[in-house]
């Protein structure tokens, strides 16, 4: 299963609606918590999910709307006794703010730190690109590795079946039968989290061929000077990078306290995000990936 569970959607001030940031990307069994903003322990209570179900932590920058829920999480965790590693990453200069964090949450997690520096891979399949903020500030991407999908029609020509498929999936041939004579080409699929940021290349790295696209949205289009100023994207600009992208789904989130009916940052977004499907974050959500695109 691969789903986002959304935890919060608030920028710097919460609402009554929208507590501060959090989402946990639920992927092939492994959970991936991305900016633990404050109250995400609770959240995670609404949403149905377990502190047992974090493997993983990624904070894009340190400040507070994304990481001031670290010890709260990292103490229950504790509390519910999770025995596997929790990995932690963040930006190398952010070290004293997570060194504090962790250091006031309860011992007993198998917690390791990863600092990163500059772009790169951090985890297998996960990698950051720097983004463009007031403080060094990352953005994630996870991607899938490309691989094949059968058709059965060829496999059943071939003569292939039962656990001879298997096999020949493993192997690459089967007697005389080639892989990529009874299948095609599969992509794999992407999600990119786009957090605090002006536009910039990083950004757009992300965001390329992403399946889903969370991006952060925190000021609609009027508000441009603003944005400007404490670099952050319009929902205009969100849209704009989810269609330089490619992106196929843009899901929109960390807005401004200021706004109650997000629907016009949606609207905005959706004039500028090509064919991107554009969907407002709202805080408890489940977002699915999109199934996989049916190969050319
Ligand atoms: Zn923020």
Redesign the pocket.
């Known amino acids: 299963m691969r789903e986002l569970v959304v935890l919060g959607t608030a ?2 001030v919460p609402t009554r609606t929208r507590n501060h ?1 959090g989402y946990l990307l639920l992927w092939d069994g492994e959970g991936l918590l991305l900016d633990p903003g404050e109250g995400t322990q609770r959240q995670m209570i609404h949403a149905g999910v377990s502190a047992t179900q974090v493997h993983r932590i990624g904070l894009t920058h340190v ?1 507070g ?2 990481c001031y829920g670290l010890p709260g999480v990292l103490s229950r965790m504790a509390l519910d006794g999770v025995a596997h590693p929790v990995h932690l990453h963040y930006p190398a200069s952010g070290e004293d703010v997570v060194r504090a964090l962790v250091a006031v949450a309860s011992p007993g997690v198998d917690l390791r730190l990863h600092p990163h520096g500059g772009p790169g891979e951090v985890a297998p399949g996960l990698e950051v690109r720097p983004l463009l903020h007031r403080v060094e500030t990352y953005g994630y991407r996870l991607v899938e590795p490309d691989g094949r999908t059968m058709v059965p029609e060829r496999l059943a020509a071939a003569g292939v079946r039962g656990p001879d498929v298997g096999r020949l999936a493993r192997d690459g041939r089967l007697g005389g039968v080639r892989l990529e004579d009874v299948s095609v080409p599969r992509r794999g699929q992407r999600f990119a989290f786009v ?2 940021t002006a536009p910039c290349p990083g950004a757009e790295e992300l965001a390329e061929g992403a399946d889903l696209l969370v991006a952060e949205s925190t000021f609609a289009d009027e508000d441009a000077e603003p944005a400007r100023e404490y670099r952050h994207l319009t929902a205009g600009q969100a849209g704009a990078l989810a269609a330089a992208g490619g992106a196929r789904r843009l899901l929109l989130t ?1 807005f401004s306290s200021r706004y109650t009916d997000l629907e016009p940052l949606r609207e905005q977004a959706r004039a500028t995000a090509g064919g991107a499907v554009v969907t407002v974050a709202r805080d408890l959500d489940r977002v699915g990936l999109p199934p996989r695109c049916r190969p050319a």
Request: net charge negative; proline share 0%; aromatic share 0%.
């Open positions: 920028s710097q940031n400040h709307d994304h957090m605090d960390h």
